[in-house]
């Protein structure tokens, strides 16, 4: 069984009994029978399913999503320790949940983003604070994130609709990132913006709405 890999986990019953064993690859708990396993070659239904439990592609897989993992890989069922890279909050998903259903933030869930849902970009600007500001959010939520900043002043410039929360949030990040290299840093503080959002935010004087636009759309 080792050899197949699997570490059993009780006493052998027979060649066609189940055999509680753990998968060594991702540690998974299964029960593959011995004459399966030897016969037929049989390995973890699990990792046949899911993809093997390779450190570096279960990180990737995590990293597409806006996760950011805290600690080691352990396998794809088990809580993994992660930073979401958009709100910059802990939460523990699961691997398997993240490959599977897109995975998503609890924090980021109740301002109305998953990844794996229809989602729009929107592009802001704030005439009193002088100040752009690029976002995301999901479609069918029961929060309307842009409304909640009409309502501090905020002017909807554009918005863009996407097919999953995660290729907004590429786009995004993609543009971000791209104007933080050319030396535009956060214009507005925490404070100045109660319901969150100020890391993605710019001077107008130096980043217009329409080069958020124009970012955006090439991006896509």
Same mark, same amino acid.
Request: positive net charge; glycine residues 10%; hydrophobic residues 40%.
């Given at each position: 069984?080792?050899?197949?890999?699997?570490?059993?986990?009780?006493?052998?019953?027979?060649?066609?009994?189940?055999?509680?064993?753990?998968?060594?690859?991702?540690?998974?708990?299964?029960?593959?029978?011995?004459?399966?396993?030897?016969?037929?070659?049989?390995?973890?239904?699990?990792?046949? !399913?899911?993809?093997?439990?390779?450190?570096?592609?279960?990180?990737?897989?995590? !990293?597409?999503?806006?996760?950011?993992?805290?600690?080691?890989?352990?396998?794809?069922? $088990?809580?993994?320790?992660?930073?979401?890279?958009?709100?910059?909050?802990?939460?523990?998903?699961?691997?398997?949940?993240?490959?599977?259903?897109?995975?998503?933030?609890?924090?980021?869930? !109740?301002?109305?983003?998953?990844?794996?849902?229809?989602?729009?970009?929107?592009? &802001? $600007?704030?005439?009193?604070?002088?100040?752009?500001?690029?976002?995301?959010?999901?479609?069918?939520?029961?929060?309307?994130?842009?409304?909640?900043?009409?309502?501090?002043?905020?002017?909807?410039?554009?918005?863009?609709?996407? &097919?999953?929360?995660?290729?907004?949030?590429?786009?995004?990040?993609?543009?971000?990132?791209?104007?933080?290299?050319?030396?535009?840093?956060?214009?507005?503080?925490?404070?100045?913006?109660?319901?969150?959002?100020?890391?993605?935010?710019?001077?107008?004087?130096?980043? $217009?709405?329409?080069?958020?636009?124009?970012?955006?759309?090439?991006?896509?």
């Amino acid at each position: 069984m080792l050899e197949h890999g699997f570490i059993v986990l009780m006493d052998f019953l027979g060649t066609g009994k189940p055999w509680l064993s753990q998968c060594v690859a991702a540690g998974h708990i299964v029960a593959p029978r011995y004459d399966n396993v030897t016969s037929r070659n049989g390995g973890c239904r699990f990792c046949k !399913r899911y993809g093997p439990g390779d450190p570096l592609e279960a990180v990737a897989d995590m !990293r597409a999503v806006g996760f950011r993992p805290l600690e080691p890989f352990k396998n794809v069922a $088990s809580p993994w320790l992660s930073l979401c890279e958009r709100c910059e909050k802990t939460s523990s998903p699961r691997l398997n949940n993240v490959r599977n259903r897109g995975g998503c933030c609890q924090h980021c869930a !109740r301002y109305g983003l998953d990844p794996g849902a229809p989602a729009r970009l929107y592009i &802001l $600007s704030h005439a009193a604070y002088g100040a752009v500001k690029i976002g995301i959010t999901g479609l069918r939520t029961r929060e309307d994130r842009i409304a909640r900043f009409r309502g501090r002043g905020w002017t909807l410039f554009a918005q863009l609709e996407f &097919l999953t929360g995660a290729d907004a949030y590429h786009v995004e990040q993609s543009v971000i990132r791209r104007l933080r290299a050319e030396g535009h840093p956060v214009f507005l503080s925490d404070a100045q913006m109660p319901i969150g959002g100020y890391k993605e935010t710019f001077d107008a004087t130096f980043v $217009s709405v329409e080069r958020l636009l124009a970012l955006a759309e090439a991006e896509r």
